[in-house]
């Protein structure tokens, strides 16, 4: 298979890993940035993430036009979210737009910020700014529905990871699908962790910017341990045999080699 290939089969394992995480239901969508396009994207077509395949999968510029002519299948209403922070951040390679319910109180209230209060939920970064789409549009449907809005909300994002949306649900952005599916799994759970610390009353202990430097300096899009989550939640979404071992650019071939065959203990000699 080509990189190409490759890249495409991740955002069909990522649509799957979204939905069996509760990330998704009907609603909710996950694209990719062409590797040797900057200036278009993969993302589905409007179809519930559980159902994606290879084929289900369309190109798309960053005005959110479908690039294939012919293509007659409808595409996400919200696909406007993707493009405009494509085209704002250039270091992003992968975008996630969903509504998970567990994130939902954090943007209708300025009392509580939602910040990592977990380790695993570092990764959302120490600034998750809320976007009130009725700022600049007033009454709307609230959904990100042209281009304008697609850029306004990639404004309020600014250089952050994710952006709450108001009444709606959150846009994540990262540098590759491994790490926006691990973000956006990661963030309802760190949202729920929260909100029942909440309930016990107190004072809230969010992790230090030094704790969240040190997770981020610990992470590797490559490592054994961000792929051993990639694979697991793979399978539990029954689509652990499309599961390829990405190449990291840096380690060139090394990453991309098999392991080695155990080797055979020797039989003591009886
Ligand atoms: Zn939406």
Same mark, same amino acid.
């Given at each position: 298979m080509s990189a190409l290939d490759n890249l495409l089969n991740d955002l069909?394992?990522?649509?799957?890993? #979204?939905?069996?995480?509760?990330v998704v239901d009907a609603y909710g969508h996950v694209s990719v940035r062409h590797p040797d396009r900057p200036d278009r994207f993969f993302l589905a077509r409007s179809l519930a993430p559980e159902f994606i395949t290879r084929d289900d999968i369309l190109e798309f510029s960053l005005d959110g036009?479908?690039?294939? $002519?012919?293509?007659?299948?409808?595409?996400?209403?919200?696909?406007?979210?993707h493009g405009g922070i494509?085209?704002?951040?250039?270091?992003?390679? !992968?975008v996630v737009h969903a509504h998970a319910e567990d994130i939902l109180p954090f943007g209708l209230t300025g009392n509580t910020p939602l910040r990592p209060v977990i380790h695993s939920g570092s990764f959302i970064g120490s600034n998750v700014p809320v976007w009130d789409i009725?700022?600049?549009?007033?009454?709307?449907?609230?959904?990100?529905?042209?281009?304008?809005?697609?850029?306004?909300?990639?404004?309020?994002?600014?250089?952050?990871?994710?952006a709450l949306m108001r009444g709606h649900g959150f846009? !994540? !952005?990262?540098?590759? #699908?491994?790490?926006?599916?691990?973000?956006?799994?990661?963030?309802?759970?760190?949202?729920?962790?929260?909100w029942r610390a909440k309930q016990?009353?107190?004072e809230i202990k969010y992790l230090s910017q030094g704790e969240i430097d040190a997770r981020n300096r610990g992470y590797s899009p490559y490592s054994v341990e961000t792929w051993r989550a990639w694979?697991?939640? %793979?399978?539990?979404?029954?689509?652990?045999?499309?599961?390829?071992?990405?190449?990291? $650019?840096?380690?060139?071939?090394?990453?991309?080699?098999?392991?080695?065959?155990? %080797?055979k203990p020797a039989r003591r000699k009886k």
């Open positions: 069909v394992i990522a649509n799957r890993i #979204l939905a069996k995480e509760d036009k479908v690039v294939d $002519p012919n293509e007659k299948r409808a595409p996400y209403l919200e696909r406007f979210i494509f085209e704002s951040r250039p270091d992003v390679m !992968a009725a700022d600049k549009f007033g009454d709307t449907n609230l959904l990100v529905a042209n281009v304008e809005q697609g850029q306004d909300l990639a404004k309020c994002l600014g250089s952050a990871n994710i846009a !994540a !952005a990262a540098r590759s #699908l491994i790490e926006v599916v691990r973000m956006s799994v990661y963030l309802p759970r760190n949202a729920r962790a929260l016990l009353g107190g694979h697991y939640w %793979a399978t539990k979404a029954g689509v652990g045999k499309l599961v390829t071992r990405p190449t990291d $650019p840096k380690a060139g071939k090394a990453a991309a080699k098999k392991p080695a065959k155990k %080797a």
